[in-house]
Nanobody, 118 residues
Framework: QVQVVESGGGLVQPGGSLRLSCAASGSIFKLYVKGWYRQAPGKQRELVATITKSDTPNYADSVRGRFTISRDNANGTVYLQMNSLKPEDTGVYYC????????????WGKGTLVTVSS
């Protein structure tokens, strides 16, 4: 059974930093962590950052310059380094993973809560 597991959320003051981690496992086929999404209370889930199989990053305008997505190619874990956090970054952060072969399937983690508050 495929598992997508996020970690690293918590409570941080405005201007602080957190690092989220995501790992996918449990499939006989290659799994890739694709990126991070978040959902604030009362809002729709939105893209935060993605990373391609060749490790090219893409960011939402709201986090560009503050967040960095990266992959440890030794084990496939994807990290989201979040700096200069703002209260509007508060939300549940979800990791998205996928396999592309033999058929494309997306997987989601259960989410990790990030709260930015003084």
């Amino acid at each position: 059974q495929v598992q997508v597991v996020e970690s690293g959320g918590g409570l941080v003051q405005p201007g602080g930093s957190l690092r989220l981690s995501c790992a996918a496992s449990g499939s006989i086929f290659k799994l890739y962590v694709k990126g991070w999404y978040r959902q604030a209370p009362g809002k729709q889930r939105e893209l935060v950052a993605t990373i391609t199989k060749s490790d090219t990053p893409n960011y939402a305008d709201s986090v560009r310059g503050r967040f960095t997505i990266s992959r440890d190619n030794a084990n496939g874990t994807v990290y989201l380094q979040m700096n200069s956090l703002k209260p509007e970054d508060t939300g549940v952060y979800y990791c998205n993973a996928a396999r592309w072969a033999p058929t494309a399937i997306d997987y989601w983690g259960k989410g990790t809560l990030v709260t930015v508050s003084s």
